[in-house]
């Protein structure tokens, strides 16, 4: 990394600018805690017994000490939309258009001295590494052993210098040695495998407790150098240093970092089983062996779990920040297909990508098939494309229920489309490579609107206004034009719409009152109604 952004001195005025506990883990748990976001167990936890307590609570967790050691813990920090919607400042519907805007303003990253970076207030290097020292539990009952949940990894790109970022679990072995999960598609796998080729160790270090924004970027994936990334989304200049036993440089606010490297080895040691962010297990796999060669900390540092598996999918970090993350690609294809995406969501307990729900406003026939299409196409892990109109609200069960219910036709309204790329971790895929994906539209034919002119079938039924002129009687009021009842007891001020009943019948036996049989408005007939 250049210690110089675009000018000479230009880093060193962005390090005087840079607030190092701004992004500090601790300081969002704090503002947890002032949000009746989090819950704190006192005293000494067993670390056997933190996977049970998680499981309990739909809150972040914070831990003051566990198995008696002076090292606090927090888990579940990023395990609510609420919680991202605190870390990124917007409400809690509009994160994914925010992190669109953020990428468009670009932020400095630069580098500082290792004796400014708080993370390398404690630095642990040879016999002193011990990872099985560190607050690691065991999340599930089937897993091979503890993990380490919340590894940010950084790694450089040896071919071009492009630096990477990921979010990892690491499997404890030994002191000093983990399990790494690289068996699915990802740059990290793809390097290694490049330094594989070569006969090369892969140097990489692993962040230990950041801020939600760190963790998002880390899974967004997007095309480019993802610390920018990083520091785009934060919105502000990033201070990284260099790590003490290799070349990569990590965030200087962060809470720790494990430095080390990917043997030259290759595939060569069993990882797993994990409980997947499905909800279901992964199996037994042959992954890479990663080797720790320092621990670097704040002096108060705090430890970080990430949840990933289990019945409760929804209150998981990973399905959480996969839905997130799924909802800014999605708006990133809409954009460039159909003219008027009015909102997207992906509801958390799919695991954060498998159901995905766009509200559309419709310039033209087949912009929906359009929408669906490139949906499907904007990601493997998308299933299934649920699109309705922009009066449905897309972050409402009831809602998206009732449109399932009432604006769809299966024979009509299902688009089915086989043989396309998917996620092998989905279990109804049964082993094969490629799958299918379906889109449901649930919105109401081009042109129907729905609105006063309109046939009844599509209109909402609402609480009545009572707006309207006011004329000194029923017959006044008729002779203006046709009214509805609400109109009509508008028209006269009327508290109860009794009244407006006895002057209608007195009409009707007048063989004067009609009704507009296509929205039931109340009509001076002049005997028409008589001669039907």
Not at 514 to 530: E, F, M, N, S, V
């Amino acid at each position: 990394m250049n210690r110089q952004i675009a000018d000479p001195g230009a880093g060193a005025r962005a390090v005087d600018k840079v607030d190092h506990d701004r992004f500090r883990l601790l300081h969002f748990v704090e503002r947890l805690e002032a949000a009746g976001e989090l819950e704190t167990r006192r005293g000494s936890t067993n670390l056997a017994d933190v996977a049970g307590i998680i499981e309990t609570t739909a809150k972040a967790v914070r831990f003051e000490r566990l198995n008696d050691q002076d090292t606090p813990m927090v888990a579940n920090v990023l395990a609510g939309r609420s919680r991202l919607a605190l870390a990124f400042g917007v409400p809690a519907a509009e994160i994914a258009t925010d992190v669109l805007r953020r990428l468009r303003s670009p932020q400095p990253a630069f580098e500082i001295a290792g004796d400014e970076a708080p993370v390398q207030e404690v630095v642990l290097t040879g016999d002193a590494v011990d990872l099985t020292r560190l607050p690691v539990h065991l999340q599930h009952g089937r897993d091979g052993g503890p993990y380490i949940s919340a590894a940010l990894d950084f790694t450089v790109d040896p071919a071009n210098g492009r630096r990477n970022v990921g979010v990892r679990r690491l499997m404890l072995r030994s002191r000093t040695t983990t399990g790494i999960d690289l068996v699915a598609p990802s740059d990290l796998r793809e390097m290694y495998l490049a330094s594989l080729a070569r006969g090369e160790r892969l140097p990489v270090s692993f962040v230990v407790g950041s801020h939600p924004i760190d963790y998002f970027a880390g899974a967004l994936r997007v095309p480019g150098d993802e610390v920018a990334l990083m520091a785009a989304l934060r919105g502000a200049p990033l201070a990284m240093v260099k790590c003490v036993t290799n070349d990569i440089h990590v965030p200087a606010d962060a809470e720790w970092v494990i430095e080390g490297y990917l043997g030259p080895q290759g595939y060569v040691e069993l990882e797993g089983p994990f409980g997947e962010y499905l909800g279901y297990y992964g199996g037994v796999k042959t992954n890479p062996v990663f080797h720790a060669t320092a621990i670097t900390r704040r002096r108060d540092a705090l430890f970080q779990s990430i949840t990933i598996g289990g019945r409760n999918l929804a209150r998981t970090d990973t399905a959480q920040m996969g839905a997130v993350r799924t909802e800014v690609l999605v708006w990133r294809s809409l954009e460039s297909s159909v003219r008027e995406p009015v909102a997207v969501y992906v509801p958390a307990a799919s695991g954060g990508s498998y159901n995905v729900r766009i509200a559309l406003r419709q310039h033209a026939p087949g912009e929906v098939r359009n929408a669906i299409s490139a949906v499907f196409g904007s990601l493997a892990n998308v299933k299934n494309v649920f699109v309705v109109d922009p009066d449905i609200d897309v972050f409402s069960d009831e809602q998206i229920e009732w449109a399932l219910a009432t604006r769809f036709q299966p024979d009509r309204d299902i688009v089915v489309a086989a043989s396309l790329r998917t996620f092998p971790l989905d279990p109804s895929l049964s082993g094969a490579v490629v799958g299918a994906k379906a889109g449901f539209d649930l919105t109401k034919p081009f042109g129907r609107t729905g609105g006063v002119d309109s046939q009844l079938d599509f209109q909402v039924p609402e609480p009545p206004a009572y707006g309207g002129a006011r004329f000194a009687s029923i017959r006044a009021a008729l002779d203006h034009g046709p009214k509805s009842f609400e109109e009509l007891m508008a028209a006269i001020g009327s508290t109860d719409g009794r009244e407006v009943v006895l002057a209608l019948d007195a009409l009707r036996r007048e063989g004067l009152l009609d009704r507009d049989r296509r929205d039931g408005r109340y009509i001076l007939g002049h005997g028409l109604a008589q001669a039907e």
